[in-house]
C-alpha cells in the first residue's frame, strides 16, 4: 500500500532553473512532511520539514509549498545547481500524535541539474 | 565526533547464510529504526525501537531479526528466510520528529 505518491521519478533541469518534486499522501494523521536527500551510495539526510499547520515553509533555496486540503506537497528548488543534483524523498509521519514516529517514504525523484 | 556508524560499507554472502549488519550511534537517542532500499521503491520499515529491550515489527519484518539491549546499538540480523536480501540497508536513529541516517550497508547475496 503506497500512502505517499511521489512524482517525476526522474528531472532534468538546466543549472539556474526551478526544480520541482511533488507528493501526495493518503493518511489524514499524517503530521509531519520532511524532504530528504540522498547522494549515491550515501544515507538519506534531512533537507527541510514542515507540519501541516503552516502553507510553505522556505530555507535558503528550498521551499515546501503544503497544500492540506488537496493532501499535496511539494518541494521547490531554486535557482538549481549541478550540486544539487541527488535523489529527493518526501516523507510523512504521525510524528506528533505518536505511533514510533515512522516515517512512510515516497518512492525518490532522481534529479539532474545540467550546465 | 557524533553520528551514527553502519558496518561493514559492503557485505557478501552465500544464499543460506544467516548474517548480522552493525548500527551503533553515539547521539543518545532512544530510538532506532531499521530501512530497507531497493531501485525504485524507496526506503521501506524493517524493525524500529524506540528504546533499549523494546522493539517493534516495521512493514517488511519478514525473514529479518533485531535486538536492542545497549542504548547505542540495534543491530540487524537478515535470516535465511528473508527470500531477496539483496539490497542497501540504512540504519536510524531520531532525535524528536527527525531522524539522522547512516551510511548504509549494500548486502549482495550470491
Known amino acids: 500500500q503506497q500512502q505517499v505518491k511521489q512524482s517525476p521519478q526522474s528531472l532534468i533541469v538546466q543549472k539556474g532553473g526551478i526544480s520541482i518534486i511533488n507528493c501526495a499522501y493518503e493518511?489524514?494523521?499524517?503530521?509531519?512532511f520532511p524532504w530528504y536527500q540522498q547522494f549515491p551510495g550515501k544515507g538519506p539526510a534531512l533537507l527541510i520539514a514542515?507540519?501541516?499547520?503552516?502553507s510553505e515553509k522556505k530555507e535558503g533555496r528550498f521551499t515546501i509549498s503544503f497544500n492540506k486540503s488537496a493532501k499535496q506537497f511539494s518541494l521547490h528548488i531554486m535557482d538549481s545547481q549541478p550540486g544539487d543534483s541527488a535523489t529527493y524523498f518526501c516523507?510523512?509521519?504521525?510524528?506528533?500524535?505518536?505511533?514510533?514516529?515512522?516515517?512512510?517514504f515516497g518512492t525518490g525523484t532522481q534529479l539532474k541539474v545540467e550546465l | 565526533d557524533g553520528g551514527i556508524t553502519q558496518s561493514p560499507k559492503y557485505l557478501f554472502r552465500k544464499e543460506g547464510q544467516n548474517v548480522t549488519l552493525s548500527c551503533e550511534q553515539n547521539?543518545?537517542?532512544?530510538?532506532m529504526y531499521w530501512y530497507r532500499q531497493d531501485p525504485g521503491q524507496g526506503l521501506r520499515l524493517i524493525y524500529y525501537?524506540?528504546?533499549?529491550?523494546?522493539?517493534q515489527k516495521g512493514d517488511i519484518a519478514e525473514g529479518y531479526s533485531v535486538s536492542r539491549e545497549k542504548k547505542e546499538s540495534f543491530p540487524l540480523t537478515v535470516t535465511s528466510a528473508q527470500k531477496n536480501p539483496t539490497a542497501f540497508y540504512l540504519c536510524?536513529?531520531?532525535?524528536?520528529?527527525?531522524?539522522?541516517f547512516g551510511p548504509g550497508t549494500r548486502l549482495t547475496v550470491l
Open positions: 514542515i507540519r501541516p499547520d503552516v
Open positions: 493518511n489524514t494523521a499524517f503530521d509531519y
Open positions: 516523507a510523512a509521519s504521525t510524528g506528533v500524535t505518536g505511533g514510533g514516529n515512522k516515517l512512510t
Open positions: 547521539l543518545n537517542h532512544d530510538a
Open positions: 536510524a536513529s531520531r532525535d524528536r520528529n527527525e531522524q539522522f
Open positions: 525501537s524506540q528504546i533499549v529491550n523494546d522493539f
